[in-house]
């Protein structure tokens, strides 16, 4: 027994059902999905999205880090990406921490993580306008790309636009 084998077990079931399939690593609707490791946004799902239609990144916050920007960068130039859609969402946990909160309570279980960044987000529309620019600002992606920046409501499902 493996602390994974329910998931070997789902995927068997998964697999038998699946077929082949013909979609390559291209993103066949253009899009890449910047968003929250947050379990209760389906990307896909609620963008009226299939596999194959998109990139998406998720990350603690939908943060728009170094990391993030180099999976764009490839993202356009390799994968077919056109624009960038960075989606947070309500009652996210890193709006309710702070690095130094966090800091806090690693070291409490004898950890320090001081020598890490955690970009909690203390006000989201602050962190939205500065992943936005960061996207639209950095020189490693075309001039004019389209950038948007939406906030996904986890208790209705609805999304909207940010308002730039
Ligand atoms: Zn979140």
Not at 22 to 47: E, H, K, N, Y
Not at 65 to 87: F, H, I, N, Q, S
Request: charge should be negative; aromatic fraction near 6%; hydrophobic fraction near 45%.
């Amino acid at each position: 027994m493996s602390a994974f084998d329910d998931l070997y077990a789902a995927n068997a079931t998964f697999a038998k059902e699946f077929g082949t399939s013909d979609l390559t690593g291209r993103a066949a609707r253009g899009l890449a999905v910047v968003t929250c490791m947050d379990s209760r946004i389906d990307p896909l799902g609620l963008l009226g999205l299939k596999p194959g239609d998109a990139k998406i990144l998720r990350n603690a916050g939908a943060r728009v880090t170094d990391d993030v920007l180099r999976t764009l960068v490839l993202a356009v130039y390799l994968l077919g990406v056109e624009r960038v859609l960075v989606m947070a969402h309500t009652d996210c946990g890193m709006s309710k921490v702070t690095d130094d909160a966090v800091h806090d309570l690693t070291q409490s279980h004898g950890v320090d993580t001081r020598m890490l960044d955690f970009h909690t987000v203390p006000d989201q529309a602050a962190a939205m306008r500065h992943d936005l620019t960061r996207i639209r600002s950095t020189p490693f992606l075309p001039p004019g790309i389209p950038v948007a920046g939406a906030m996904y409501d986890v208790h209705t499902g609805l999304l909207s636009p940010y308002p730039d």
